[in-house]
Structures are given as C-alpha cells and as structure tokens.
Nanobody
Framework: QVQLVESGGGLAQPGGSLTLSCAASGFAFSNYLMSWYRQAPGKERELVAVITGAGGATNYVDSVVGRFTISRDNAKNALYLRMNSLKPEDTATYYC????????????????????WGQGTQVTVSS
C-alpha cells in the first residue's frame, strides 16, 4: 500500500532554512505528480508546491515563491522541499502527498486531487 513518510521538520529561526524529505513506497513513484501541503493550527490546508512525475514542471503558492524549492529523486523514490528565508507564517505541519492520477506528465495545482498523504512533519519558525 501507499506509504509516505516525511522527515526533516523542526525549529528554525526567521531567515533560516530547513529541508524536508519524503520517502515514498508502495506505488510507481515516478509516474505521479507529488506535492507538499501544509496546515497551521486553526487554518485550512494549503497547497505549497507540486512537481510532475517526470520532474519537468513545478509550481508554488505565491507566498513561498523564491524561497522554497520542490524536487524529487525518482531513483530513490524521494521527494524534497528546500525551505529558505523562513518566516514565522511558515509555521505549520507539512505533508507529502501523492496525486490520484497515474501520468508522469500530469500537472495540476488542486489540493482535492490528493487521496494519499503522510503523517506530516512539524515546522516551527520562531526566534
């Protein structure tokens, strides 16, 4: 079955950096659009970044453009999110998610297309 295990969260100072990782198993990783989304206490889930299965296309929510970078290593079945210039408003639980469509070139930016996600990793940005 699909397993997604996030790691790399923690406490960072404003302006600092963190890299999140997601280990995927149980499905043909390279054929799926993958994403990172986040949820802060009392707020709705927010799609942060997506990357196509082939890795050729990425997109980000406006608030992280220029600061976050999503990437993947299909040989390792791994997804990453490099987060630079962190802000207190980036504080949230971050989740790795697998899109429902089997198509390495498929692209969308819709949070409702992700039936599978991991347990999340907490990111706290505070001085």
């Amino acid at each position: 079955q699909v397993q997604l295990v996030e790691s790399g969260g923690g406490l960072a100072q404003p302006g600092g950096s963190l890299t999140l990782s997601c280990a995927a198993s149980g499905f043909a990783f390279s054929n799926y659009l993958m994403s990172w989304y986040r949820q802060a206490p009392g707020k709705e889930r927010e799609l942060v970044a997506v990357i196509t299965g082939a890795g050729g296309a990425t997109n980000y929510v406006d608030s992280v453009v220029g600061r976050f970078t999503i990437s993947r290593d299909n040989a390792k079945n791994a997804l990453y999110l490099r987060m630079n210039s962190l802000k207190p408003e980036d504080t949230a639980t971050y989740y790795c998610a697998k899109n429902r469509r089997f198509d390495k070139y498929y692209y969308s930016f819709r949070l409702d297309e992700y039936p599978d996600w991991g347990q999340g990793t907490q990111v706290t940005v505070s001085s």
